[in-house]
């Protein structure tokens, strides 16, 4: 869109979603300006028009964008606060080249799809994670998250405009109750304004029957049809599931007792296991590298079942990084680590590599140093208890990082169906006071989400409140093993596919051979196990058939 104001044109190029658009909108035209749309990027333009860089202090979204100013012959690009969604840029001879996906930028004239040794300790050591601002491309970037950036004739220049400040927190636990339900409730319904079909996905755990409650009950207040919900689930998981520490019960039962509750319209999406397998290869270009093998190709078919019938989801993601509901902020084992708690497998991650590239690419040496990075990052004030204090930089790796790595799918596996997916407790104004608030607040009662927990009890059923975290639900049956078992053994058997150029053929073939118990640990998070190994393994092959990247060492 252009916009010509005072003799000045000014054009931008967006992706994303304003939730503030309507007080922006009464703000500009208090300053004079008319609308010839309602759309949010002529809000978005004409705020910038008003603000100048400032704008980026005045937005509540997701977005990624940059706007022409012909009269400064100038760039304005920014980032969301949390990078919901993406920006990525490189520099090549004297051209500012951006997109929102990789892919984009590989197609400009003259830029190289390279790999060197810090891609590979992204892509191995830290992968499907990654360090904010770098991906494993040599010579691209993402704009990091909250941040901004001016491009001109004096090269390019990058700003932080937003990120967590550590406070003394006042409130009592009453207040905070209080205005951690206003800060959720305000969210939701900002996100729930569609001029589209619009629903959730409802896994009956406590953070989407959270997000479903609202919504339902937005739809009641209305007068709109009864709020439509989506589970997803796979063949034959009911004979086969298998209860672990992580992965507690299944999800069918508690659905059941949410949708009765709010008389939603409720669908079940029933994928097989060779569409999964099959998947990997699209989830793979959506990401443009490697990702979380069938957590990724699983919600990709996920988004694209549900396509037809509406266009936006609001989730529950992210509510564990913000309120504390994953196992490692509970786990002495995880908290003394001195690593990232999911990603653990350091030498079995070093094994995996070409022992012809192992020799000079040391994996655990760059994971120290990004992990030490990120903790210098911290603030932690001198009225900190060691718990709250200890549990700050637990939080802020696990939202810089393993947030940043599903936000990061979210929008990926949904964007490739053009489907939108929209995650509440995200905001921004949410994360910055429950950010402050004493872990053992947070933590009420000692359970994950105590806090949470202790807000919703009396909206949503004991069963509900109650119910142990079960991550997004993977598939259990074995056929999927052989599958991918199959796929990464034919893969193998041709002794020159890319894939033994970069890893260990010996190593792979041992995997494979035990089923993927070789690899003792999972590869990523708690759910990257035996058959997620293999699949990953095959992702990466996909990926250096399709990319072919040039390796630098």
Not at 59 to 78: H, R, S
Request: glycine share 6%.
């Amino acid at each position: 869109m252009s916009v010509k104001y005072n003799n000045c044109t000014y054009s931008i190029v967006y992706n994303g979603q304003l939730y503030n658009t309507n007080e922006l909108r009464e703000e500009l035209r208090e300053n004079g300006f008319e609308f010839e749309t309602y759309s949010d990027t002529e809000v978005l333009l004409k705020s910038y028009i008003l603000w100048g860089y400032e704008v980026v202090n005045k937005l509540n979204g997701i977005y990624g964008f940059a706007i022409w100013n012909d009269a400064k012959q100038e760039l304005f690009v920014a980032r969301d606060h949390f990078g919901v969604k993406p920006f990525y840029y490189t520099l090549n001879n004297n051209n500012f080249v951006f997109a929102s996906e990789i892919k984009a930028i590989l197609k400009f004239p003259g830029v190289a799809s390279k790999l060197d040794k810090q891609g590979i300790c992204e892509l191995f050591g830290l992968g499907p994670a990654h360090t904010p601002g770098t991906v494993a491309f040599k010579d691209i970037y993402e704009l990091k998250p909250g941040h901004f950036g001016i491009y001109n004739s004096s090269g390019l220049h990058t700003e932080k405009y937003w990120s967590l400040v550590s406070k003394h927190h006042e409130d009592s636990l009453k207040t905070t109750c209080e205005k951690t339900r206003f800060l959720l409730e305000d969210s939701i319904r900002r996100q729930l304004v569609s001029d589209v079909p619009l629903c959730t996905f409802l896994s009956g755990g406590l953070d989407s029957s959270i997000i479903t409650l609202y919504a339902a009950n937005y739809c009641k207040d209305k007068n709109l049809d009864n709020l439509t919900t989506y589970s997803v689930d796979y063949k034959d998981n009911d004979k086969n599931f298998v209860k672990t520490d992580f992965q507690p019960n299944s999800d069918n039962y508690y659905i059941d007792i949410m949708k009765n509750k709010l008389g939603t319209n409720h669908k079940v999406v029933m994928l097989d296991t060779p569409e999964l397998a099959t998947a990997l290869k699209d989830a793979m270009i959506a990401r443009d590298l490697p990702g979380m093998a069938d957590v990724d190709s699983s919600l990709l078919l996920f988004c694209q079942n549900v396509k037809p019938e509406a266009t936006v989801s609001l989730t529950g993601e992210c509510s564990d990084e913000i309120f504390g509901g994953y196992p490692w902020f509970f786990r002495e084992d995880a908290l003394n680590s001195g690593t990232f708690p999911w990603s653990i497998a350091l030498s079995e991650r070093q094994q995996l590599l070409n022992p012809v590239i192992s020799k000079q690419v040391n994996l655990k040496e760059y994971i120290d140093y990004r992990y030490y990075e990120s903790l210098r990052d911290v603030q932690i004030l001198d009225e900190d208890s060691m718990e709250t204090a200890e549990k700050r930089k637990i939080s802020h790796l696990t939202m810089n990082w393993f947030m940043q790595t599903l936000l990061d799918r979210s929008d990926r596996m949904a964007m490739y169906n053009g489907f939108e997916l929209r995650v509440p407790f995200c905001d921004y104004r949410l994360a910055e006071y429950v950010w402050n608030i004493p872990w053992e607040m947070k933590a009420l009662n000692g359970r994950e989400k105590g806090l949470l927990r202790y807000i919703m009890k009396d909206l949503l059923p004991e069963e509900i409140v109650d119910r142990k975290k079960s991550p997004y639900p993977k598939t259990w049956n074995p056929t999927y093993l052989a599958t991918v078992k199959q796929m990464l053994t034919k893969i193998m058997v041709d002794k020159n596919a890319p894939i033994n150029n970069l890893l260990n053929r010996e190593y792979i073939l041992e995997i494979l051979a035990t089923d993927g118990k070789a690899f003792s640990r999972p590869w990523f998070g708690q759910l990257m196990t035996g058959p997620q190994l293999m699949a990953y393994l095959c992702q990466v092959n996909m990926w250096l058939e399709k990319y072919q990247p040039v390796i630098e060492i």
